[in-house]
């Protein structure tokens, strides 16, 4: 079982829906998450954070927390072309290390 | 710009040759993260620093690989006698304190011929 896994891509859907990311982890001792974009050929860049369960809104972006299923997820609202990129789910594991999941990729199409 | 620079951005090697890639973190972040991604996978830990302790060590990380951020500033990543299986893109990361977000540098490409 992979420590991490995000729902296989690619996920493509019509600007202006929402997109869904889905995450589960392995690790129970996990504390903090964290959701990461990553365009094409750059470094990821911080989207989210949540540490504790339940919904955490930043504009158009919601990231929803269950430990007990070992669930986290990322919804985009009205999801624009710029949205286009790689999602990464984040756990923070023993020692404060990141364990990245494999990435989903977005298409909004226009 | 996160703020976190690596340099080179780029470095073509040939088999066999040790390599060096330096990173500089945000200046008051005491963590310092090192991992490496290959295309279509998400970011792997190598390792990381609290000041100018090595904390932890991925298991995966072989003998060839050795780290240092001898002041706690800056950091560098050795790889000696380069393989081709080392060709990635090596990522830096900084944060304040444990459970802070890790800011990204913009990342060293290797590229092993």
């Known amino acids: 079982q992979k420590e991490v896994e995000q729902n296989s891509g690619p996920l493509s859907v019509p600007e202006g829906a929402i997109a869904s990311l889905n995450c589960t982890y392995s690790?129970?001792?996990?504390?903090?998450f964290f959701w990461y974009r990553q365009y094409s050929g750059k470094s990821p860049e911080l989207i989210m954070f949540?540490?504790?369960?339940g919904d955490k809104e930043d504009g158009r972006f919601t990231a929803q927390l269950n430990k007990a299923s070992q669930y986290v997820s990322l919804l985009i609202r009205d999801s624009q072309p710029s949205d286009s990129a790689t999602y990464l789910c984040a756990p923070e594991t023993s020692g404060s290390r990141l364990t990245f999941g494999e990435g989903t990729q977005l298409t909004v199409n226009p | 710009d996160t703020g976190v620079s690596q340099d080179p951005r780029h470095k073509i090697t040939k088999r066999g040759q040790n390599v060096t890639f330096r990173c500089d973190p945000i200046?008051?972040?005491?963590?310092l993260y090192w991992y490496r991604q290959t295309l279509g996978q998400g970011p792997e830990f190598l390792t990381y620093?609290?000041?100018?302790?090595?904390?932890?060590k991925s298991r995966l990380l072989s003998d060839r690989f050795s780290a240092e951020r001898p002041k706690g500033s800056f950091s560098t990543l050795e790889i000696q006698r380069t393989e081709q299986g080392d060709s990635a893109m090596y990522l830096c990361a900084s944060s304040l304190t444990v459970m802070d977000e890790q800011f990204f540098g913009p990342g060293t490409r290797l590229t092993v011929l």
């Open positions: 200046s008051e972040h005491n963590r």
């Open positions: 949540i540490y504790s369960n």
């Open positions: 620093f609290q000041n100018e302790a090595q904390l932890e």
């Open positions: 690790d129970r001792g996990s504390q903090s």
